[in-house]
């Protein structure tokens, strides 16, 4: 119980000893500023005499990842300090500042770094989700290709399916008439054959009932 207390206070010792070594007045958030130039870096109410190091930083404000160190030792009373930004300097948009060493620090909002040539730099989350996008879109026209393939080659289908459909039934058509035909006139010289039969018959027991008489 005693070292749970004891580790308490000292979290709070150190909660109560951090503060801001500076009030920094540039850069504000949103500053721009242009690899291969100055850029001015001021400070008013140094609670220090010397700033132990500046050091720039990029990323989500909750969890800055350290650059580079850009200066250490500073005179906290000279009020600033000019960084010469390396022409090659990454461009980028969640720039930051760190004055001090933690737990005594001070730390500026994001702001902009952009090329040499002025270009808007693209931070890496836009990039991706830029990437995402172009990604979505050439999926979505490949989806919308493919089904109008497909719905070209049903109705290719289709109609070649009706053509086969209409062939077939001028093929048969002609022949089934035909047919029709063929029975049709085949059936009264059927009938006509049985009438004459059936005479002969007539005419050939009249003959013998004449015989039979005479």
């Known amino acids: 119980m005693r070292s749970i207390f004891i580790a308490v206070a000292a979290i709070a010792t150190t909660f ?5 070594i500076v009030s920094i007045t540039s850069p504000l958030t949103g500053t721009v500023y242009t690899a291969g130039k100055a850029a001015l870096i001021s400070w008013i109410d140094a609670s220090v005499d010397t700033i132990p190091a500046i050091v ?30 390396p022409a090659d300097f990454a461009p980028g948009t969640d720039y930051a500042l760190e004055l001090g ?22 931070s ?3 990039s991706s989700d830029s990437a995402s996008a172009s990604a979505s879109a050439s999926a979505s026209a490949s989806v919308s290709a493919s089904a109008s ?7 290719s289908v289709a109609v070649s399916s009706s053509a086969s459909s209409q062939a077939v039934s001028s093929s ?15 059936t009264p010289n059927a009938a006509n054959k049985k009438t ?14 004449a015989m039979l008489l005479a």
């Open 172 to 186: 048969v058509s002609p022949s089934a008439s035909s047919s029709a035909s063929a029975s049709a006139s085949s």
């Open 56 to 85: 720039i930083a990029q990323g989500d404000p909750n969890a800055l990842q350290p650059v580079q160190t850009i200066a250490s030792n500073v005179d906290a009373s000279a009020g600033s300090y000019t960084w010469n930004i």
């Open 16 to 20: 109560v000893s951090a503060q801001n």
């Open 101 to 122: 060493v933690s737990p005594n620090i001070s730390f500026t909002g994001l702001f902009t770094i952009q090329a040499g040539d002025g270009s808007t730099p693209s």
């Open 124 to 126: 890496s989350a836009s």
């Open 149 to 155: 393939a497909v719905s070209t080659s049903s109705a």
């Open 196 to 209: 004459a039969s059936a005479l002969v018959g007539v005419m050939a027991g009249s003959a013998a009932v």
